[in-house]
């Protein structure tokens, strides 16, 4: 790309050295710069991208973009800006052409259920024939190939790469997860949504946000980024079972879709009932009441797919395709995902890592549990985060019969720092603090006896532990099975 034409959409203080003609590629990563590259300097919080600019240029790096003048060695042009972050989502969003304007884009925000509601949505654009890419904390899919992402929402510029690469795909459509932390950190800079959507807003993040007010406010960001052209077709979906929708409604001018179980709403449930692993309600409509059957579990997998189909809806898709869907969904991976086994119990994998996920997937497991069974719930969380909602969670965690208190990714925190704070929540005496995942999940098994339901909470899909920096190999599911083989298969 033309050099100039590329910077003519950023602030620029001053140019240090001779501008090359050309760009070839655009790199915020000192270890992935090609030759005759353009390198973005990005302060981080654990690093300083100034620090490898270096680096970029003996990586053939031909133009720097920082916020200081840097003494750099070799054929380099430096660009000076007042805010790198910044100017990497602009000039990201220039460089592919802004491709997000030639896919239907759906954001999908909220505390819990983004990754779950991403992927209802993607999976019913796939069965209703469209091509469709998927962004969020599982990865990157594309054409049902995974790729690895680091973060719920990547970075401005892997996610317009992300979206260009859809697009070149020819992908109809693309479902991204949008963070709070993604839409205050700008990632999400030139992102063209059509449908923005809200699962929920409750406690997590506020070693981050500070305040809920303000954490809910990096939420509202997404519903102001549907932009203010009224020509065009666009949509906001909200839960009417939350308070702050009303919020969000007023942040933009386009058609509202509501959804919910309690309150008036466009998609309402009736009649839940949740057996032989099927949910099953009434489906109450625009058009009409349908009766729905699934294979997704619990209550909030109903508010997840009402969310799913007012996106549909929105997008002219008509009701009974969108319904045929919905019977054939597939279960979220590591979201109350049970476990085929035939052993004489009930496992659940699941990701709930926040109060009320853990209150939500208590309920949907719950029809599992007959008189004189146990409910044994496991759950973890990460170390040198948000510690606030460490006591709610074990507060929720207490309506188990017993509890196993562990870690998920510890990264530097101490085991006993995270168990010990969760055990301040806990309501009663039937719980261990195992701060050894592995260990703490062999523990689980230990206590349960035939017919009892287990939830291994909090790690979902993922499949290794964070401790320290490095990342080890770790499955609740497959330490659970081989312990309970030993426990309960004789010979
Ligand atoms: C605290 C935080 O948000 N950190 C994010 C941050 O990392 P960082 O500040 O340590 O800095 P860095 O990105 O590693 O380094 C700064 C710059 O130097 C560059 N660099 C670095 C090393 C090197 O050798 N060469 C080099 O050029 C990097 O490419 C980068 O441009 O920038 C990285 C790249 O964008 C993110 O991957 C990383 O997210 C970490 C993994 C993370 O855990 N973030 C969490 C808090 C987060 O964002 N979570 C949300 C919400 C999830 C949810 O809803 O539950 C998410 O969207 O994932
Ligand atoms: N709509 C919902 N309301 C409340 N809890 C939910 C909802 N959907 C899912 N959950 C619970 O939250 C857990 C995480 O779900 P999911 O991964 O879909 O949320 P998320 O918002 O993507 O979370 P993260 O960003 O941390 O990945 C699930 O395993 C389940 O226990």
Known sequence: MITEELLSVIP?????????????DISNDSRSVQPKSLFVCIKGYTVDGHDFAQDAVNQGATVVLAERPLQLEGSVAQVIVPDTNRALGLISAKFFDYPSKDLTMIG??????????????????????????????????????????ANTTSDALSTQQMIFRAKMEG????????????????????????????????????????????????KGLLFSQLGQDL????????NADDPWSKKYAAMTPYPIWTYGLKNEANFRSENCEYKDGL??????????????????????????????????????????????QIEVLEPVRGRMQKIKTDLPLHIFIDYAHTPDAIEKAIDAAMPYKK?????????????????????????????????????DDPRFEDYDSITGDLAKGMLHNNYACIGDRAEAVRHAISVAEPGDVIIFAGKGHEDYQIIGNKKYPHSDAEIALEAAKLKFVKG
């Open 171 to 218: 992908c109809y459509s693309m479902v991204m997860e949008v963070s709070s932390h993604g839409l205050s950190l700008g990632r999400l800079a030139g992102v063209d949504f059509d449908v923005a959507v809200f699962t929920n807003l409750t406690h997590d993040h506020l070693d981050f946000h500070g305040t809920m007010e303000e954490y809910g406010y990096a």
């Open 371 to 407: 008189p004189g069974n146990k409910l044994i719930f496991l759950v973890g969380t990460g170390g040198n985060r948000d510690k606030s909602k460490r006591p709610a969670m074990a507060e929720k965690a207490s309506r188990a019969d017993y509890v196993v208190l562990t870690t």
């Open 279 to 324: 949910t099953t309600f009434d489906m109450i409509t625009p058009e009409g009441r349908f009766p729905v059957s699934m294979q997704l579990l619990g209550e909030f997998n109903v508010y997840n797919v009402l969310a799913a189909t007012a996106v549909l809806y929105s997008r002219g898709y008509p009701i009974d395709a969108i319904i045929e």
């Open 12 to 24: 620029i203080k001053h140019v240090i050295g001779q501008l090359p003609n050309t760009i070839k």
């Open 231 to 238: 020509t065009k077709n666009k949509a906001a979906v909200l």
């Open 108 to 149: 999908v925000t909220g505390t819990n259920g983004k990754t779950s509601v991403s992927n209802i949505i993607h999976q019913m654009y796939v069965g209703l024939g469209e091509k469709s890419a998927l962004s969020g904390t599982i990865g990157f899919n594309l054409n049902g190939v995974l790729y690895e992402t």
